[in-house]
């Protein structure tokens, strides 16, 4: 090939990035690989054929690209973050481990990097290293209030540790700003609830929350109209012209958030022919895109349409997910408002829908940290109850609509009993049984990306049911409007 000039490299680096914004994805690749030939010790052209291969689901080509590029640009720390992130996303755990170390080797402000390494560590289940990472910055950064709530996260404080007088201190602080006021509120109230101090705790968490709502206020009515227009558009499905089994398989696990899906789903992960996806969050916001988003969505009748669905899921589902499982599970929170599009589309799929007694949901979604605008309800214990009644209303409405599609499980009924419940989840994510699915805490492949971390990777256990009862006064707001309605 003969060599291209400067104009030439600049014009075709400008076509690609312009391609690329347009979505014209193979012509932006044409003209990188051009630049790659002509220009083979550029990190910034494999950097983009990777995120274009990212894009069009292509797993290997992705990460094959982003190590090429992290190759010929180690010290770049704009290049090196983005890696982090991306390693971290396919699951190349110790590439990605590997690129926070390169951050926090580099100069300057590394406060951030030590502190991802240190919550990715949790999430790989190992604890230990991750709480020496921890308790090393906050000795070094008392007032980080975000330090306390990740650390906190995986972690259960024993009386008299000294992080806890560190954070009444910092709490009684009057200039702290709200945005660390909400961090450090949820993480002392865990700790003082967990040390024998339920009612201190539970006042911080009511700060927490009230603030969150301050910044992410919150219109119950706009959610059930979008709601319900996302169900209506779903009543006509039309009948698809084949029934191409497309790989992998997905079981939907869904519930309302802190019900039980990450147990759920790490009993299936166990299973030999079963790997984990955690909260993909694929399926709502590729529902979206191809059929409307929330209030503009309109009747689903485009059978051609809902094929292309169900292709682009599982393409992006293969990326996200390692290995080669012909099964692989999807725990994303609201794929229950989408059950009806997800069994026409990808008609092997399974659908498994946890269920818990609602006030222990309400007081853990009340107690944990969601980002800022994400889950805006979980900050009123009123709009905890309209949420679950709503959730309860979806199922209802699937398993009549589908008889026989959905199965339930009660989260109570698992950890009093677990084999037989766990032989029947089994049987209904179409899988034979294998006595590991009791054993799940022992597989420590794969991170666990939920906010159940350190349950996660313990054996099944009671402590958690009807945990309500500490909080029954505290929780007089959830029961009012929880009304007359029964609990199971």
């Given at each position: 090939?003969?060599?291209l000039?400067?104009?030439t490299k600049?014009?075709?680096?400008?076509q690609?990035?312009?391609d690329?914004a347009?979505?014209?994805l193979?012509k932006?690749?044409?003209?990188?690989?051009q630049?790659?030939?002509?220009d083979?010790?550029r990190?910034?052209?494999?950097?983009?054929?990777s995120?274009?291969?990212?894009e069009?689901g292509?797993r290997?080509?992705c990460?094959?690209?982003?190590?090429k590029?992290?190759k010929?640009a180690?010290?770049?720390?704009?290049?090196?973050?983005h890696a982090a992130e991306?390693?971290?996303?396919l699951?190349?755990s110790n590439?990605a481990?590997?690129?926070?170390d390169?951050l926090i080797a580099?100069?300057g402000?590394?406060?951030g990097a030590?502190?991802?390494k240190?919550?990715y560590l949790?999430h790989?289940?190992?604890?230990?290293?991750?709480?020496?990472?921890f308790?090393?910055?906050?000795k070094?950064?008392?007032n980080?209030?975000?330090l306390?709530r990740i650390f906190?996260g995986?972690k259960?404080?024993?009386k008299?540790?000294?992080?806890?007088?560190?954070m009444?201190k910092l709490?009684a602080r009057?200039?702290?700003?709200?945005?660390?006021r909400i961090?450090?509120s949820y993480?002392?109230?865990?700790?003082l609830?967990?040390t024998g101090?339920p009612?201190?705790?539970f006042?911080?968490?009511?700060?927490?929350?009230?603030?969150?709502?301050k910044?992410?206020?919150f219109?119950n009515a706009?959610?059930?109209?979008?709601f319900a227009?996302v169900?209506?558009a779903?009543d006509?499905?039309?009948v698809l012209?084949?029934?191409?089994?497309?790989s992998?398989?997905?079981?939907?696990?869904t519930?309302?958030p802190?019900s039980?899906t990450t147990l759920?789903?790490?009993?299936?992960a166990?299973?030999?022919e079963v790997?984990?996806g955690?909260?993909?969050?694929l399926?709502l916001?590729?529902a979206?895109?191809?059929?409307?988003?929330?209030e503009?969505?309109?009747?689903?009748?485009d059978?051609?349409?809902?094929?292309?669905f169900?292709r682009r899921?599982?393409?992006?589902?293969?990326?996200?997910?390692?290995g080669?499982s012909?099964?692989?599970?999807?725990?994303?929170?609201?794929?229950?408002l989408i059950?009806g599009l997800l069994?026409?589309?990808?008609p092997?799929?399974?659908f498994?829908v946890?269920?818990?007694d609602?006030?222990?949901i309400?007081?853990?979604?009340?107690k944990?940290y969601f980002n800022?605008?994400?889950h805006?309800?979980?900050n009123d214990?009123a709009?905890?109850?309209?949420a679950?009644?709503?959730?309860r209303?979806?199922?209802?409405?699937?398993?009549?609509?589908?008889p026989?599609v959905?199965?339930?499980?009660?989260?109570e009924?698992?950890v009093?009993d677990p084999e037989?419940q766990?032989r029947?989840?089994?049987?209904a994510?179409?899988l034979?049984w294998q006595?590991?699915c009791l054993?799940f805490?022992?597989?420590k492949s794969?991170a666990?990306k939920?906010?159940?971390?350190?349950?996660a990777?313990?054996?099944i256990?009671?402590?958690?049911?009807q945990?309500w009862?500490?909080?029954e006064?505290?929780?007089?707001?959830f029961?009012?409007a929880?009304?007359?309605e029964?609990?199971?």
């Amino acid at each position: 090939m003969l060599p291209l000039s400067a104009d030439t490299k600049a014009r075709l680096m400008k076509q690609a990035a312009s391609d690329m914004a347009q979505g014209r994805l193979a012509k932006a690749r044409g003209a990188l690989q051009q630049l790659a030939l002509a220009d083979p010790k550029r990190a910034d052209i494999p950097y983009q054929l990777s995120r274009i291969a990212f894009e069009e689901g292509d797993r290997e080509t992705c990460l094959a690209q982003l190590r090429k590029a992290v190759k010929l640009a180690p010290g770049n720390p704009q290049l090196t973050r983005h890696a982090a992130e991306r390693f971290r996303h396919l699951g190349a755990s110790n590439e990605a481990l590997a690129a926070y170390d390169r951050l926090i080797a580099a100069p300057g402000n590394t406060l951030g990097a030590q502190a991802d390494k240190a919550h990715y560590l949790q999430h790989l289940g190992r604890f230990d290293e991750a709480e020496k990472i921890f308790r090393k910055l906050l000795k070094q950064h008392p007032n980080e209030a975000q330090l306390y709530r990740i650390f906190l996260g995986g972690k259960k404080l024993a009386k008299g540790d000294p992080l806890l007088p560190a954070m009444e201190k910092l709490w009684a602080r009057k200039d702290l700003p709200e945005p660390a006021r909400i961090q450090l509120s949820y993480a002392l109230g865990k700790a003082l609830d967990e040390t024998g101090a339920p009612e201190k705790g539970f006042a911080c968490v009511d700060r927490a929350n009230a603030l969150q709502r301050k910044a992410a206020p919150f219109d119950n009515a706009a959610q059930d109209r979008e709601f319900a227009t996302v169900r209506a558009a779903q009543d006509d499905l039309p009948v698809l012209p084949s029934s191409e089994a497309l790989s992998p398989r997905p079981v939907f696990v869904t519930g309302m958030p802190r019900s039980g899906t990450t147990l759920v789903e790490r009993i299936l992960a166990a299973h030999s022919e079963v790997s984990a996806g955690n909260e993909l969050g694929l399926a709502l916001k590729l529902a979206y895109g191809t059929f409307g988003a929330g209030e503009q969505m309109r009747p689903i009748t485009d059978a051609a349409k809902i094929e292309a669905f169900a292709r682009r899921y599982t393409t992006l589902a293969r990326r996200d997910v390692p290995g080669d499982s012909r099964v692989i599970t999807d725990k994303s929170i609201l794929s229950y408002l989408i059950i009806g599009l997800l069994h026409r589309a990808l008609p092997q799929a399974r659908f498994v829908v946890v269920q818990r007694d609602p006030r222990d949901i309400a007081l853990s979604i009340y107690k944990n940290y969601f980002n800022t605008g994400s889950h805006r309800y979980g900050n009123d214990l009123a709009d905890i109850a309209h949420a679950i009644k709503r959730f309860r209303g979806f199922v209802a409405h699937w398993k009549q609509a589908l008889p026989g599609v959905v199965h339930e499980i009660r989260y109570e009924a698992l950890v009093a009993d677990p084999e037989p419940q766990s032989r029947a989840l089994i049987a209904a994510a179409g899988l034979d049984w294998q006595d590991a699915c009791l054993d799940f805490h022992k597989n420590k492949s794969g991170a666990v990306k939920t906010l159940s971390v350190s349950q996660a990777r313990q054996p099944i256990y009671t402590g958690s049911a009807q945990a309500w009862r500490k909080h029954e006064r505290e929780l007089q707001p959830f029961i009012e409007a929880w009304g007359d309605e029964p609990w199971d």
